[in-house]
């Protein structure tokens, strides 16, 4: 479901419409860059459109005399910077799609910018320094046709079309460049997919309209992270956490062997039942269908658990783990935890709370499965302090 954005009450003059020349700082976390007016009292602006260093005339989009911050469109560049193109899509401009970030940079710079937005998070949120580079993933078409699945929205006359950036509003779009020649709309059909990895392969089930990652790299360059990191070993336990349809579940099973064993665990019904079916052939595999938190009471519940989970991977949605699902799994006392995000403010959050409990950050990759947006992803080893692995 689409987020909607929130309704915030008016405090003062609007200010939207206004017109001012900005020098623009840094990358946020967000797809925008932070700018300050200086005629306003050095007044935050949230500005997109624009890249870190441009000289940019900002119309303000959203504000009123009152608030903290602003928003705004850059719709002049004065000083541009060399990393700047001019964007391959007609309606990545100000008041057109809202879909994509970063269409006006080079997939190179795009992919700095995340990486500085990674790093700052960290920095900020789990008072840890760490160079962060995001890494290319192969299946896209320099950042373009890479998104196997697209939701369109409808404009009034039944044209296919996206949603402006913040808005109800839908600007028609005959062909999203981002979207893979043979993307498909979600429905409620079962759709087949063969994963190569780590010298293994598999097929999986999926709904059409249940969670798959939508580039056509990440399937296998997400388990072959999480398997280097984690190291896998025969006749070790793992818990798999938000398992959907048992895309990690099915190579831990690989790994752990027939003297180990892989519990995945996915709140989902549909993605339990499918992950029921693509599991089935490993032995050592099973599947609890129930969400996280329950399943991990339960979990804590059994005598002498702890220590007993060798390994955990968790692969939360957007909002992150939270205390809720982080103290139980330390509770349970792996040797390694593997974290698969896709926002990195909730995972910065939630390495925190993991150091909180005795488990550093030890690794940390990022991949661009999501170009053009200012989406990341990002696999994270946590080990127990003192640890000896990695």
């Known amino acids: 479901m689409r987020r909607q954005p929130r309704t915030r009450q008016a405090r003062g003059r609007s200010r939207v419409g206004e017109r001012f020349t900005v020098e623009v700082g840094p990358v946020g976390h967000g797809g925008f860059c932070v700018a300050r007016v200086a005629e306003e009292g050095d007044r935050v602006v949230f500005v997109r459109h624009a890249l870190p260093g441009e000289r940019v005339v900002v119309s303000i989009t959203e504000g009123t005399e009152g ?48 990486a500085a937005v990674v790093s700052e998070q960290l920095a900020r949120l789990a008072r840890v320094d760490l160079a962060v580079e995001v890494e290319q993933v192969p299946g896209d078409e320099d950042g373009l046709r890479w998104r196997s699945r697209v939701r ?141 938190v329950a399943a991990l009471a339960e979990l804590a519940e059994l005598e002498e658990m702890e220590g007993r989970i060798d390994a955990v991977v968790l692969d939360p949605p957007r909002q992150g783990a939270r205390r809720e699902v982080v103290e139980p799994i330390v509770a349970l006392a792996p040797r390694a935890v593997v974290y698969v995000a896709c926002d990195p403010a909730a995972l910065a959050r939630d390495v925190a709370l993991f150091a909180e409990g005795g488990y550093r950050l030890s690794a940390l990759r990022a991949f661009d499965l999501f170009p053009m947006t200012h989406h990341v992803e990002c696999v994270a080893l946590l080990t127990k302090t003192g640890s000896d692995l990695r």
């Open 67 to 114: 608030d903290r911050f602003w928003r705004g469109d850059a719709i002049e560049v004065l000083a541009p910077s060399p990393d700047r193109v001019a964007a391959p899509c007609p309606v990545a401009e100000p008041g057109g799609c809202g879909g994509c970030d970063f269409q006006h940079a080079t997939v190179a710079a795009q992919r700095r910018l995340k």
């Open 152 to 292: 369109y929205a409808r404009t009034p006359d039944g044209r296919r079309g996206m949603r402006r950036f913040r808005s109800h509003d839908v600007v028609p779009v005959d062909d999203c460049l981002i979207a893979s020649r043979d993307a498909r709309e979600p429905s409620d059909e079962v759709v087949e997919h063969h994963v190569e990895a780590a010298g293994a392969a598999h097929d999986f089930s999926v709904s059409g309209d249940g969670f798959w990652q939508v580039h056509p790299g990440a399937p296998t360059t997400l388990v072959e992270a999480v398997l280097e990191m984690l190291a896998p070993r025969a006749g070790e336990r793992v818990v798999d956490l938000y398992a959907g349809v048992g895309l990690f579940s099915a190579f831990l099973a690989d790994r752990v062997g027939p003297t180990g064993s892989v519990v995945a665990v996915e709140g989902d019904p549909v993605a339990a039942h499918h992950a029921e079916q693509n599991l089935q052939a490993h032995a050592g595999a099973s599947v609890v269908a129930a969400p996280v």
